[in-house]
């Protein structure tokens, strides 16, 4: 957490204590209240500081975060059939910008990691289709490819807090089955061009060659249009637990259909009713009914600093930062409230807002030792607006917890503890 300075007031922009951006532009005016917190003036002479005492290590291999820096996902789901089909989330809490580095993407997995040598695995595009056709790795390398910076999210992510009482959790524990990478790979439409899409076909039975051959139907215009099959993950192959050698990606949509390890591209007319889109990642409602196939993410934000079991320090301006995101197209703007959701003010988006793509929101704050309650809206650029937990709860069968975007409540104590609570 940034703290910043301590100054006179007059930006406030609502309840609270939220200041206006004009509040960070004096920062760099050159005026007295230009200067950021200043912790300790310099002395005269510096200490040598015991690490240039030698030289360092040799140049490595690979390279390792600092092991000062406690950077680990955390396992968030002991899944009763044992580890290998559980869940692990991103920090949200320790990272900043918007990429999240490979060793911290969340991981799911129905049936654990499976250990495939890209030399004798193989893709099959087949079913209703001219011409089916095989492909390896090294094939597919050669096929023109894309870059795309992308959010991958768990449809049940953030289901805790869909719980009856509100867990004191992190923002990862919580919210931290996203993760965003820049994934490079092949459009998925020159593979189905290839093999002759059947005028008959309506959907894409994707499966991967993981001991659980999970599958997924997929619409076809989605296949088409905006699907690809990722070979790269920030720059390097896919890790293993993102499906290495090859993985489906389907922007926007629930991280389920991104099939990893893929082997089987399946033309049908009909979507196949897997185990995943019947008995699971669908949501009932109180009229006892169940919708299928809602497939895209919708719009969602989260405050990652200050957030759950973080504590201020001392009274001062404090920048409240988040994620927001929408499989919807790309986040419009996010507004933030310090008073529980009676006032709003509008945050700045400091990275390019992009389709299915998330970025980084930051405002600026007054903590004088008051309580808040800190909270973010995102809204979309199809309009949607992120809902209140209430109402994102509103018409939830008890128990289902797929899709929950409800807005996240932080309460900040007196004594500058900071808790997930329900507003
Ligand atoms: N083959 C296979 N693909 C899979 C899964 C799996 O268990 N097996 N899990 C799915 C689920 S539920 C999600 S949310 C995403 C998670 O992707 P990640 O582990 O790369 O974050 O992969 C999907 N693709
Ligand atoms: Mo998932």
């Keep these: 957490m940034h703290q910043l300075e301590d100054e006179p007031h007059g930006d406030d922009t609502a309840g609270n204590g939220l200041l206006s951006r004009r509040h960070w532009l ?21 200490d040598q500081e015991p ?34 089909a559980g869940a692990s989330s991103t920090p949200l ?30 893709l099959t595009v087949h079913g209703l289709v001219a011409r089916p056709l095989t492909f390896d790795y090294d094939a597919l390398l050669r096929y023109p490819m894309q870059s795309r910076v992308l959010f991958l999210e768990c449809s049940g992510n953030s289901y805790r807090n869909t719980l009856a009482g509100a867990l004191d959790e992190t923002a990862g524990g919580l919210h931290g089955l996203i993760s965003s990478a820049e994934w490079t790979g092949v459009p ?31 619409p076809l215009s989605l296949a088409l249009n ?6 790269y993950q920030n720059g390097e192959p896919l890790r293993r637990s993102q499906g290495f050698p090859m993985r489906l990606l389907v922007p926007g949509c ?36 169940a919708a299928q196939f809602s497939l895209r993410m919708q719009a969602k934000s989260v405050i990652t600093s200050p957030s759950g079991k973080m ?36 945050a700045m988006l400091q990275s390019e807002p992009g389709p299915m793509r998330a970025v980084r929101f930051r405002i600026p704050w007054r903590w004088q030792g008051q309580p808040a309650v800190l909270q973010s809206r995102a809204v979309d650029s199809a309009g949607n607006v992120q809902p209140t937990r209430a109402s994102a709860l509103a018409n939830v069968a008890p128990g289902f917890s797929y899709h929950f975007n409800g807005i996240q409540s932080w309460q900040v104590n007196a004594n500058g503890s900071v808790r997930n609570v329900y507003a």
């Design 51 to 84: 690490w240039r005492s030698g030289s360092g290590a040799p140049p490595s291999v690979y390279g390792d975060r600092p092991s000062m820096a406690s950077l680990q996902r955390e396992q968030i789901s002991v899944h009763p059939m044992g580890r290998q």
């Design 188 to 218: 998925l439409h020159f593979l189905l061009d290839e093999a002759g899409v059947d005028a008959s076909a309506q959907w894409v039975i994707a499966e991967g060659a993981d001991a659980a051959g999970m599958n997924r139907s997929v």
């Design 26 to 46: 004096q920062l760099g005016a050159g005026t007295a209240a230009a200067a950021v917190m200043t912790p300790l003036l310099a002395q005269e002479s510096i």
């Design 311 to 346: 504590r201020l320090g001392r009274q001062g301006v404090y920048e409240i930062s988040g994620l927001a995101w929408s499989g919807n197209g790309s986040i419009r703007r996010v507004e933030v409230s310090a008073d529980g959701g009676r006032s709003w003010a509008e």
């Design 226 to 231: 905006d699907a690809m099959i990722a070979l």
């Design 254 to 289: 629930e991280g389920n259909l991104s099939v990893k390890w893929l082997r089987s591209l399946k033309l049908l007319d009909q979507p196949a009713q897997t185990r995943e889109e019947t008995s699971k990642y669908t949501d009932l409602t109180l009229d006892g009914k």
């Design 93 to 122: 809490q320790l990272l900043n910008g918007t990429i999240t580095p490979n060793g911290l993407h969340f991981e799911r997995h129905h049936s654990g990691i499976p250990e495939i040598d890209p030399v004798s695995h193989k």
